[in-house]
């Protein structure tokens, strides 16, 4: 992780920075002067990783999925996060951040949400540590992941709803930022994506890194090689793919694939393709690629999911694209829609929407008999049995 | 060459008042109106926002107004046009108020050149930070002979400060509190010691209060505390649905008198 890691003032190439006002300097100065101390303290990482095999249930199994590899002639792995308690790989992440708050001495803690999966995983580790948690949440987001919005409130969250833009999770987002402005001092916001100042992306993807970390050890154990010929995994602001990546950044054998949502079509003014459709520029504090208008207003996404409704993606991502190190492909809401109906069928696994997208392209990258392909599941479908219901003939 | 903020402040000193518009807001042709109004009512400098559509540093008025003006159709490109011609009429100093996405579309370099050719005095970028101001951008406002103006709020250390008021060369934005404008706030009890320290440190350049000033008292409080004042969020409001601009700019300049 040397070619590609963020240099000291949080740039990935000509990606990233910390494009912050005034107001929250000092927060995020004192995040950057301690992060990596705070989380490589032995200590610390001690009880992280107890919290990660006690409570998340980590490591996650990689699984072989036979009948899934037998349809595309290939050696298919499923990283399975969504087992992880919560249902989704966020929790890897609010877990480190909630034991970080803790050593800054904040007392009180905030997120935003698209999916709801990283307001849950927020919510969770809010409870277990007895801090109070608000949670900003698109309005639309709210009525299209109703379950998850009843989940964070029994684990004793608020829920506030983002009510402008195109009320979604970059809405949510700018709220959440309003909120840290309003109580720098006493509040940590966690962030749950790759995105936002330095050093929030390298932050996240650090603890994302198990995923990886723990994807070679298990690859070694079943296949005899620690490297597969692909990672698949599905990018929003992109902290699953992040985590998925990670450590085979450097093995260059190994095929990085991105996958977005094109949501009703890359063209189709319905989308959220930002490789395809984005331009640099800043969002959420960092620079990055993002789909904006040619005055630089930040268009409002597409997609079936909530959690890939986002018009920018991490500076990581945007870096790894620019250089070429990880190949972006999208996936329509069509096509994701279809690879939950498959995967449900083929291996008894009901993948959330997001998780979808890193499936539907399968068919696309060329696999052949011999390549180990690992696909990062990073969610389970349960918050989205509704949308399934409407839109899947069963 | 003394530029046109540094004269105001040599002139007049103190009780400097400074309002906050968003161009294109209420309606896309708005803004040369609203700038005459506000000099011939004694208003000593403006400060002239650039919509954006994810304000993350404003508080709801400022975000609405900033949402109405986009929907008006406004850019950057038709606010230099339509300050192409203002210093036939406009002699207050004038400042450019925005987030950098947009600047950055247009093209930095670009974007300074056409401000200082319709005679903008300076310009706030909330979310350029110093660390990129020093290394990409300050040589460009140097270039073209413009002002950055920094922000500090409660939370900046003397140190920074100091260092801010180095590198400035017209007035440091005192944000009064930890707030989002707009933000409805009790400024004398907690903010003295705040306005005190900064007395203390005997900055070169002046400074004016923004965040929170909204009538008339605010603006003594503010007044008596820095060399001068911003009222953003509370003019912005005020002129939603009005159909007679300098009215509505006489009668909100003279209750703050």
Same mark, same amino acid.
């Given at each position: ?35 990596? /101390? ?23 199994? %990689? ?18 996060? /969504? ?15 909630? %034991?970080?708050?803790?050593? %800054? ?29 608000? !949670? ?117 054998? !190994? ?30 504090? *960092? ?6 208008? /040619?005055?630089?207003? !930040? ?18 991502? #945007?870096? %790894? ?8 492909? *999208? ?20 993948? #959330? ?6 499936? #539907?392209?399968? *068919? ?31 | ?87 036939? $009429? ?26 200082? $050719? ?132 006489? $009668? ?6």
């Amino acid at each position: 992780m040397e070619k590609f890691k963020v240099d000291k003032h949080g740039y990935y190439g000509k990606f990233g920075g910390a494009y912050i006002p005034e107001m929250l300097h000092k927060n995020i100065e004192e995040l950057q002067n301690k992060y990596l /101390d705070i989380i490589y303290a032995p200590a610390f990482q001690k009880e992280f990783h107890q919290l990660l095999k006690d409570y998340v249930g980590r490591p996650t199994p %990689l699984y072989f999925a036979k009948r899934l590899s037998e349809k595309y002639a290939t050696n298919i792995f499923l990283k399975r996060e /969504d087992l992880c308690h919560t249902g989704a790989h966020k929790v890897n992440n609010t877990i480190g951040q909630i %034991l970080l708050a803790q050593k %800054l001495g904040k007392k009180r803690i905030i997120a935003e949400t698209g999916a709801g999966q990283h307001g849950v995983a927020t919510a969770t580790v809010c409870a277990l540590m007895n801090l109070p948690c608000v !949670v900003y949440m698109g309005e639309v987001d709210i009525a299209r992941q109703a379950p998850n919005v009843q989940r964070m409130k029994m684990l004793g969250a608020e829920v506030r709803p983002a009510t402008s833009g195109s009320k979604t999770l970059k809405d949510a987002t700018n709220e959440a930022m309003r909120d840290w402005i309003a109580h720098p001092e006493d509040t940590h916001y966690i962030i749950g994506s790759v995105v936002g100042p330095h050093p929030f992306p390298d932050m996240v993807a650090r603890f994302q890194s198990i995923i990886s970390e723990e994807i070679r050890w298990q690859l070694k154990e079943q296949t005899g090689s620690e490297l597969p010929n692909y990672v698949i995994a599905c990018v929003g602001g992109g902290s699953n793919a992040a985590g998925a990546f990670y450590h085979f950044l450097d093995d260059e054998t !190994v095929q990085l694939i991105a996958v977005e949502a094109a949501g009703e079509g890359i063209h189709s003014g319905k989308s959220a393709a930002t490789t395809a459709l984005g331009k640099p520029g800043v969002l959420h504090s *960092s620079k990055t690629l993002f789909m904006q208008t /040619d005055d630089g207003q !930040v268009v409002e996404p597409h997609s079936i999911s909530a959690g890939l409704d986002y018009p920018g993606i991490g500076p990581i991502h #945007a870096h %790894l694209f620019d250089v070429g190190r990880a190949k972006f492909l *999208s996936a329509t809401d069509e096509q994701a829609l279809d690879a939950v109906l498959e995967l449900s069928r083929l291996e008894g696994i009901i993948p #959330a929407l997001e998780s979808a997208h890193a499936f #539907a392209i399968l *068919s696309e990258i060329g696999v052949k008999k011999d390549d180990t392909v690992v696909i990062n599941l990073s969610g389970r479908g349960d918050k989205d049995l509704d949308t399934y219901l409407k839109r899947i003939a069963l | 060459m003394t530029n046109r903020i540094q004269q105001l402040f040599k002139q007049k000193e103190n009780n400097i008042l400074s309002v906050f518009i968003t161009a294109g807001y209420p309606t896309v042709e708005a803004l040369p109106e609203i700038l005459k109004a506000l000099q011939s009512n004694g208003v000593d400098m403006v400060e002239i926002g650039m919509p954006f559509s994810d304000p993350t540093a404003d508080g709801p008025v400022i975000q609405h107004s900033n949402t109405i003006a986009i929907n008006n159709g406004m850019t950057i490109k038709l606010l230099f046009e339509q300050l192409k011609d203002i210093r036939k $009429d406009i002699h207050i100093p004038l400042v450019l108020m925005g987030y950098i996405n947009p600047a950055l579309q247009f093209g930095f370099d670009n974007f300074l050149a056409s401000a200082k $050719d319709c005679g903008i005095d300076g310009v706030i970028i909330p979310d350029l930070p110093m660390y990129e101001y020093e290394h990409i951008y300050g040589n460009l406002f140097k270039k073209h002979d413009l002002q950055n103006i920094f922000l500090i709020t409660p939370q900046t250390s003397n140190e920074r400060i100091q260092k801010i008021d180095q590198i400035s060369n017209s007035f440091i934005y005192v944000v009064s509190t930890h707030a989002i404008t707009g933000a409805n706030i009790d400024l004398e009890a907690q903010q003295v010691a705040y306005f005190d320290r900064i007395k203390t440190l005997n900055l070169r350049n002046p400074t004016v209060i923004g965040f929170g000033i909204k009538d008339k008292d605010t603006l003594a409080f503010a007044h008596k505390n820095a060399n001068g004042a911003i009222i953003g969020s509370a003019f912005v409001k005020v002129l939603e649905n009005r159909q007679n601009i300098s009215e509505t700019v006489a $009668d909100f300049i003279q209750q703050l008198q």
